[in-house]
């Protein structure tokens, strides 16, 4: 009894100690070509997307990504799986890409040609070169886009350096944002694909990457295609996974038309992952709610959790550090 006092009083300390807002469809969601996506309900900020180097299989979302996103950066081969995407379909979807950074061991010389100087349609892209060999692409890519796109970024929100990007001009013709104070949140596409150490890697970022208790460098999010991967620190999260009036072919069954941006975004699946150590969970909206529920890897574990069909918000309370994770609809 004695240690399920504790857990309670340390599920009341995290709830106490601070609530979470999450609307993550709005990043998912496709918006009128005359909507203002600084003044969307992601925030003034908007967002930042990173492309990782794995191939590009679901495309209906990744352009709807792109077209929401303020600034648009691969990491080095990223560069490569959004011209291999955008040539499957003939087009120049992606050309508008501000920066190629990495140490470019990966990227191509026919896609960098394209890129600086033949693209069809937009301003050249930068392309920077950093040899830094104690951080990955990833982490230069999320170093550089808050170097340049904030003024609130700690030196402890990353390893990674971006040396030859600290010399290069404030502004790009690619960015649709500016130096703000309010820090862009960062969501990157690709990273689950492939090893599983490179998978690992990318869970391991949304961790390195998010170090203060309030997220203020802005939040990382996760996309693999099928499922979407946040952090949540320790407190209380409400999650938005349907809108109130919303225009679905079911309730968060996995049917329906989320992929073409209309109606629900998310699927019912949803798991809730103690990466970083033990946690106690307290849940509403699943399935299979649990109460100042132990948690932790080689234990107990809430995956393959269900959105029940009426829920509109998921509320998460724990005392540490876990990543949610929620399957995207399927048409």
């Not at 390893?159 to 960015?175: G, K, L, R, V």
């Not at 320790?234 to 079911?250: E, F």
């Not at 949803?270 to 509403?284: E, Q």
Request: aromatic residues 6%.
């Amino acid at each position: 009894m004695s240690n399920m006092s504790k857990g309670n009083d340390n599920t009341a300390k995290a709830a106490d100690s601070a609530i979470f807002e999450w609307n993550p469809a709005e990043l998912i969601k496709g918006r009128p070509q005359s909507a203002d996506k600084a003044v969307s309900q992601l925030g003034s900020a908007g967002f930042a997307l990173v492309v990782l180097n794995q191939p590009l299989h679901h495309l209906d979302v990744t352009r709807r990504l792109w077209d929401n996103a303020q600034v648009r950066v691969a990491a080095d081969g990223g560069a490569n799986a959004l011209y291999e995407a955008a040539g499957e379909h003939g087009d120049s979807c992606f050309d508008d890409l501000a920066v190629i950074i990495g140490d470019l061991d990966s990227l191509t010389p026919a896609v960098r040609s394209y890129y600086e100087s033949h693209k069809p349609t937009g301003p050249k892209t930068r392309v920077i070169r950093d040899p830094d060999q104690y951080s990955t692409d990833f982490g230069k890519a999320v170093a550089y886009i808050r170097q340049q796109h904030s003024h609130t970024t700690t030196a402890t929100t990353t390893t990674a350096t971006t040396t030859t990007a600290s010399s290069e001009p404030q502004t790009h013709p690619n960015d649709d944002s500016s130096i703000t104070n309010q820090p862009l949140d960062i969501v990157a596409i690709g990273g689950l694909g492939g090893r599983v150490d490179q998978g690992l890697s990318q869970l391991h970022h949304l961790y390195l990457f998010q170090r203060g208790a309030d997220y203020a460098d802005g939040r990382v999010y996760l996309f693999s295609g099928e499922s979407l991967t946040f952090l949540l620190k320790p407190g209380r999260h409400r999650i938005r996974v349907r809108d109130a009036n919303r225009d679905s072919g079911g309730a968060g069954d996995g049917d329906g038309d989320g992929v073409s941006g209309t109606g629900d975004v998310f699927g019912k699946h949803v798991g809730i992952l103690p990466v970083g150590g033990p946690s106690r969970i307290t849940t509403s909206g699943l399935e299979w709610d649990v109460s100042d529920w132990e948690t932790w890897f080689g234990g107990p574990m809430s995956t393959s959790n269900h959105v029940l069909p009426t829920t509109e918000v998921v509320e998460v309370e724990t005392t540490a550090e876990v990543l949610f994770t929620i399957a995207l609809r399927q048409g």
